[in-house]
């Protein structure tokens, strides 16, 4: 009788801890849930945010119909721009970095080209070529739009433009980069103070530290600088795809809302998701080459016709829109394994 009473007070007390266990298990995915749906709903909000069509543009000129990124390639042009009061007209400023994703939704592949900010090119804004870089300050995002796909031939689906603080605070909130600096540098913070140090070898950045590695073109050319920012974007893809604190999402979501522009709704954002399901997608990188030149008195790059074309083919064929029959002579792929690259005449550092 004894042994039953114990036997019964030890399944009693077992019970009451069970319950316990399942009580705590439901109100920790009560909770996880309802902050999962907080965060929904704040990026969403952030995404409303930032949202800004461009004027007169519902689609490229380039595409039949609209895209969807959940089942379609697509383009992404990114635009650094600064905008600060130091230097910064807001929409008037010169774009400061262009980068050029196409995504292609069958391999879940990225190719990346950034282009010289000096590259003389056809501007259709104006109606003549000049920097690529003036384009924004002609005509805002839509000029700059128009001026890449008439130098690619291919239809720019959406874009984003960040300023510097965008950019300082979403690597911030990703709890900084990995990143090789290539050599040492005393460079400029975003007010234009000599406060940011850096020494060579592969390190830990902050946003600051990025930024400033991001801009700097002191030691070599705009081909080495867009190298750069090329390996600053997989950094960010990369520690985005990692991580692990969901109280980092929260800041990110802050950081994009804040600083960022962009004319991609919150629903075609999600569709990109994808390309993260089996981590980091591959990202293969293009050099846009070409020559220095001073025959005008101002400097300008002058872009290489056979790079230039070589490089159009290679993103038009990821897009889908010709047959893939490209054999890459100028790209280098997210693993390092650098393919054969054709040679730039001059890469002399000239800055105006």
């Not at 705009?222 to 190298?227: A, L, T, V, Y």
């Amino acid at each position: 009788m004894k042994r039953t009473y114990q036997n019964k007070k030890k399944g009693s007390r077992f019970s009451l801890i069970l319950k316990i266990c399942l009580i705590l298990a439901t109100s920790v995915l009560i909770c996880a849930s309802a902050y999962g749906m907080y965060l929904t709903k704040k990026a969403e909000h952030a995404v409303d945010q930032a949202y800004e069509a461009v004027e007169n543009r519902d689609v490229s000129v380039k595409r039949e119909a609209k895209v969807e990124p959940v089942q379609d390639n697509v383009s992404i042009l990114f635009v650094g721009i600064d905008d600060s009061e130091t230097r910064g007209q807001g929409e008037g400023s010169r774009s400061d970095a262009l980068i050029l994703a196409t995504l292609n939704n069958k391999t879940k592949t990225v190719k990346l080209v950034s282009i010289p900010r000096d590259s003389y090119v056809y501007i259709p804004y104006v109606g003549y070529e000049d920097k690529i870089t003036h384009a924004h300050a002609y005509g805002g995002t839509l000029a700059t739009i128009e001026t890449v796909e008439e130098l690619f031939d291919i239809p720019v689906d959406y874009y984003v433009r960040m300023n510097f603080d965008a950019f300082i605070d979403v690597v911030d909130a990703l709890g900084g980069i990995e990143v090789e600096v290539p050599y040492a540098m005393l460079e400029k913070d975003e007010f234009d103070r000599n406060t940011i140090n850096l020494q060579p070898g592969l390190q830990q950045l902050d946003g600051r530290e990025a930024l400033a590695l991001a801009r700097t073109r002191k030691k070599d050319n705009d081909i080495e600088r867009g190298k750069r920012q090329q390996e600053i974007l997989k950094a960010i893809a990369k520690q985005a795809a990692s991580v692990s604190s969901i109280t980092k999402y929260d800041d990110l979501i802050e950081a994009v809302g804040n600083n960022m522009k962009t004319d991609m709704t919150f629903k075609e954002m999600k569709g990109f998701f994808s390309y993260l399901t089996q981590g980091v997608p591959r990202i293969d990188t293009l050099t846009l080459l070409g020559d220095n030149d001073m025959s005008t008195g101002v400097y300008y790059y002058k872009l290489d016709e056979q790079s230039l074309s070589e490089t159009q083919h290679i993103l038009k064929s990821h897009l889908g829109l010709i047959p893939d029959t490209t054999n890459v002579s100028n790209t280098s792929t997210s693993d390092g394994i650098e393919q054969t690259q054709l040679e730039s005449t001059n890469t002399s550092t000239v800055q105006q």
